[in-house]
């Protein structure tokens, strides 16, 4: 056997070695990656079971009850989990607000969280969005849970500049001085809707109810492992004869993508 022939044989070798490794090293990747997807799904399961605890609060903020023990319990998953509906829903919000120069120029910023989950308020609803689904629904008695009492914000989440935005748009007395109030006492302590009421001076059947509460409707969870992220929409479903207490949570949405 000449010495070129030689080479080839030995270059031949090296290569279907390695080819051999990097097969096996990617399916060997693909097969934890399943395993590592599957895991996060069964405890996506459970989280979204534990979760509905919280509709049984009367109010929702960072430091509850519910949501520091989910925190806790899958810590190893290194959990978030976040409001992702208390702030101006240009889908939802009705059009006398979303009108309002105050509101306008907050929307006009890029730098603006606009939310993009919400239900509509049946009582302050968004014309336009509210037309369109009736359209598609045909039969009013199909449009909940799109569309229901529950207010459309949880007050112990809203933004100071949205907040301030929305009493000057409702005209609401001594918007200025009220929205401080109110933004403060909401960031010290949990808020229920009789101490909103109490705070601004109205009753509890006050029109200012439709737009601040303190249940969140919509929340993204996630859950980590293995540089893999496991990613839930929640969505509060109010009772249909109590549209003011939460029936369940369900998910909406879900996706599991890699982390950088």
């Known amino acids: 056997m000449n010495r070129a022939l030689c080479i080839i044989l030995i270059l031949s070798s090296f290569f279907l070695c390695s080819l051999s490794y990097t097969a096996h090293r990617y399916a060997r990747t693909a097969s934890d990656d399943i395993q590592t997807e599957n895991t996060l799904e069964k405890v996506s399961v459970s989280f979204t079971k534990d979760f509905q605890t ?25 959990p978030t989990i976040e409001d992702i509906s208390s702030g101006i829903n240009p889908t939802t919000f009705p059009e006398r607000i979303l009108k309002h120069p105050k509101i306008k120029a907050l929307l006009e910023n890029s730098q603006f969280p606009v939310k993009s989950y919400g239900w509509i308020n049946a009582t302050a609803p968004n014309a336009k969005t509210l037309k369109d689904i009736s359209e598609s629904y045909k039969n009013e008695a199909n ?25 000057e748009a409702e005209n609401f007395p001594n918007n200025t001085k009220k929205s401080e109030e109110l933004y403060c006492k909401a960031q010290e302590t949990p808020l229920l809707k009789s ?12 029109k200012i109810f439709s737009l601040l509460g303190t249940k969140t409707t919509f929340w993204k969870a996630k859950l980590h492992l293995n540089k893999k992220c496991e ?6 479903v109010p009772k249909k004869d109590e549209q003011e207490k ?12 890699n982390e950088k």
């Not at 949880?154 to 949205?162: D, G, L, Q």
């Not at 101490?195 to 001076?201: G, Q, R, S, V």
């Not at 990613?231 to 509060?236: P, Y």
């Open 54 to 78: 919280l509709k049984d609060e009367e109010a929702d903020y960072p430091t509850s009850e519910t949501l520091s023990k989910l925190l806790s319990e899958y810590e190893q998953y290194n």
């Open 143 to 167: 449009l909940f849970p799109l569309v229901n009492s529950f207010s459309l914000l949880n007050i112990h989440y809203v933004e100071e500049e949205t907040l301030k935005a929305l009493f």
């Open 195 to 206: 101490d909103i009421a109490k705070i601004l001076e109205v009753p509890q059947n006050h």
């Open 231 to 236: 990613e839930l929409i929640l969505a509060a």
């Open 246 to 257: 939460i029936e369940k949570y369900i998910v909406i949405k879900e996706r599991v993508y």
